[in-house]
Structure formats: structure tokens, C-alpha cells
């Protein structure tokens, strides 16, 4: 008896019993566990969406790290730098999660240097303005947190139990973006000027962080019914939109959407059309700053060579001493 046609690692049809003891587990919202059975689809879907996500957490550094040494005051530089660091812990924990799938670090880190595995879209583009560090703030951490609530109940453990924490840190983030704006907006003609562009930037990348539209979406069939995924791509970016146009509205800025409109009949924002040509060359590596990032990445595993080495040596020495 074999189900569904999807394969075991040996390419041999997975179990029909196991294949429905496992979804009449997830169905009863039984957390899976790393020793648990699994089919193998499951276990890659989740591997590429949860080292896809970690590399997002690594490479999103970037475009904040930039602004550290130019934050306008010892106060934001403080905010700043606590914020991306909590971003490399989120990176971090959800490695860690990861190689609970059999998966190692070593493996996951060089498929996103080798360009094989994915990131967010998102962080390819340019953070040219601090008020941009509050856009990214308000509208990227905001687009995650929309993301990533729904991943607290994500039927994978060790991914589960990761986003909980991370959620409470970009909750934090998010305030701190919004602050940003809300100083800049109620500041001189300039500084709101310099929040609109951002706000004008980062608007419709932040919407694309939600994925193709739900006709588009290769993988959402099966990771909703895997309880992966609790809500579409299109129902997130919906729910986003709802949120934040009131916060622009009250910031006094406009979003750039000529089509965006309430919809009484809906109880939604009706928007205009995403530039999905956009999103595919961003995502095939030709946005305004893919190469970029991922050359800081390269070179940032090539300067911490040293520090690998170091551990890995003391490592050996403890366990010398604890053999001894
Ligand atoms: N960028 O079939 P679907 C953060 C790919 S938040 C690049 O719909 P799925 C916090 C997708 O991988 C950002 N690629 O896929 C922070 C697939 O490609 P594949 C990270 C994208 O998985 C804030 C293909 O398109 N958050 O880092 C994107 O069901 C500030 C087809 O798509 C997460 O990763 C994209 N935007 O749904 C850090 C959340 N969208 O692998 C620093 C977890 C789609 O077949 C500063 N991930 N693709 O070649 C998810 O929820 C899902 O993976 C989605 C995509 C919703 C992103």
C-alpha cells in the first residue's frame, strides 16, 4: 500500500501508513519531532524554507550593518547594533533547528555561498538614507512578524519553538523602525521627505517578502496541509497591507500605490498589481544589490576562517582533558 506518489530518500514510494498516521497526526496538531517519522518531502520542504530563512536572518544583517557607524546618535547606534545582532541569534537559532533535519551548518552555509540556496528578496535592496533604516524597521521586521506569527504554530517542533522567541525580538524591531519614521515625519520638510522616499523604496519589496501570489505558489498546497505553513502567501500580504496603511496614514506619509483603496464590501485595502517581473530577477540574483551581498558574505566566512580554526583546536583540547 503506497500513498500520494511522493518518495522515500531511496526513491521508493513512501508508506501508505505511515504517510496517513503522519497527517492524521499533524491534523490532531501533534508537534513532529526530529526522531519522529517523517516523509522525505516533508523533511526537505523544511529544510529549504527554514534555511532559506536562516540565511535571510544572516544576509539581513547587511543592509542595517551599514548604517552602525552613521547612526545619528550614540542612542540609535546602540538600538542599531543590539537589533542586528539579534537578527545573527535569529540566524543562529534556526540554523540549529535546521540540522536537527540531518542537515549540517557546514552544508547549509555553502549552499548560500555557492548561490544555490535562496534568501529573502528583500535584502538586495539599497539602504541609501537613515530614514531607509526606519522603513526597513516599520515595514521589513513588520512584513516578518506578519510572516512568522503564524510559524509559531508550524507543525515542526524545533521550528516552532525558534520563532517564538524571534517573534517577541521583531516585535521590538518593528516599534523601533516605526519610531524612526514617526520622528523623521513630524520633523523638518526634509526629514519627511527623506521618510516618504524611504516609505517609497521599501514599499513594494516589502510586499514581494510574502512570495509569488497564491496561483504561483509552487509549495503552499502541501506545506498548508502539513500545517507548515498556517495562512497563503496572498493572505498574509493582505493581512500586512490592512495593517500598515492606518500606521502610514497616521505618519502623515502616502503609500505609493495609486490603486490602494478601502473596500467596504471586502473589509480590505483593493491594491494595485506587484511588478512580479521584479521579483523574479531579484530572486534569480539580479537585484540592485545581490552580488554585493553575497560578495560580503563570502568574504566574511573567509576572514572567520581563523576563528573556526581556534574553536575547533580548543574544542580538541577539551576533550583531550576530559579523555584524560
Ligand atoms: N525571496 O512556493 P513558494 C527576516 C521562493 S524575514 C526569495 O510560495 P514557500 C527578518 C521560494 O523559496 C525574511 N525567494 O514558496 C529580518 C520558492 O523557491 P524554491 C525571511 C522567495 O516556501 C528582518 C519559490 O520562490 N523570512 O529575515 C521569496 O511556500 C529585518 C516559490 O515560492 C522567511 O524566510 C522571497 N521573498 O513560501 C532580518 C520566512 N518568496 O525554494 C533582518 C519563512 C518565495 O522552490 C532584518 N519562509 N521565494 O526554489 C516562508 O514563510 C516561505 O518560505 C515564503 C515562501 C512565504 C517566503
Known amino acids: ?33 526530529p526522531r519522529d517519522w517523517m516523509p522525505e518531502a516533508y523533511r526537505k520542504t523544511l ?12 544576509v539581513g544583517q547587511l543592509p542595517e550593518g551599514n548604517w552602525i557607524t552613521r547612526a545619528p546618535s550614540l542612542k540609535r547606534k546602540m538600538i542599531l547594533l543590539a537589533k542586528v545582532q539579534d537578527e545573527a541569534g535569529h540566524g543562529l537559532y534556526i540554523y540549529s533547528a535546521t540540522e536537527t533535519l540531518g542537515v549540517t551548518r557546514d552544508q547549509l552555509t555553502d549552499e548560500l555561498l555557492t548561490g544555490k540556496a535562496k534568501y529573502s528578496s528583500i535584502f538586495n535592496y539599497p539602504t541609501p538614507s537613515w530614514a531607509d533604516i ?32 524571534i517573534c517577541k525580538e521583531e516585535s521590538f524591531h518593528q516599534r523601533q523602525g516605526y519610531e524612526i519614521m514617526t520622528v523623521l515625519a513630524r520633523g523638518t520638510a526634509a526629514q519627511k521627505d527623506m521618510a516618504q522616499r524611504a516609505l517609497n523604496r521599501f514599499w513594494w519589496p516589502a510586499l514581494m517578502m510574502f512570495g509569488p501570489s497564491d496561483k504561483d505558489s509552487k509549495h503552499s498546497e502541501q506545506s498548508m496541509k502539513w500545517k507548515i505553513k498556517r495562512f497563503t502567501n496572498d493572505e498574509l500580504r493582505q493581512k500586512f497591507i490592512d495593517a500598515t496603511v492606518p500606521q502610514a496614514e497616521h505618519l502623515g506619509l502616502t503609500i505609493p500605490d495609486p490603486e490602494l483603496r478601502w473596500n467596504e464590501e471586502t473589509g480590505q485595502y483593493d491594491h494595485g498589481e506587484i511588478n512580479w517581473q521584479e521579483f523574479i530577477d531579484v530572486i534569480k540574483g539580479n537585484g540592485p544589490c ?14 572567520g576562517e581563523w576563528v573556526r580554526e581556534a574553536a575547533e583546536v580548543y574544542q580538541q583540547k577539551q576533550n583531550q582533558e576530559e579523555a584524560a
Open 134 to 165: 526606519g522603513a526597513v524597521g516599520w515595514l521589513v521586521d513588520g512584513a516578518a512578524i506578519m510572516n512568522q506569527v503564524p510559524l509559531c504554530r508550524s507543525s515542526y517542533g524545533p521550528y516552532a519553538r525558534s520563532m517564538i522567541r
Open 47 to 58: 529544510i529549504r524554507q527554514m534555511s532559506q530563512h536562516a540565511h535571510s536572518e544572516i
Open 1 to 33: 500500500m503506497y500513498s500520494q506518489g511522493l518518495k522515500d530518500a531511496e526513491g521508493q514510494l513512501e508508506p501508505a501508513e505511515l504517510m496517513a498516521e503522519f497527517q492524521a497526526r499533524i491534523d490532531r496538531e501533534e508537534k513532529i519531532e
Open 290 to 303: 545581490n552580488k554585493e551581498r553575497l560578495q560580503a558574505r563570502i568574504n566574511a566566512h573567509e576572514e
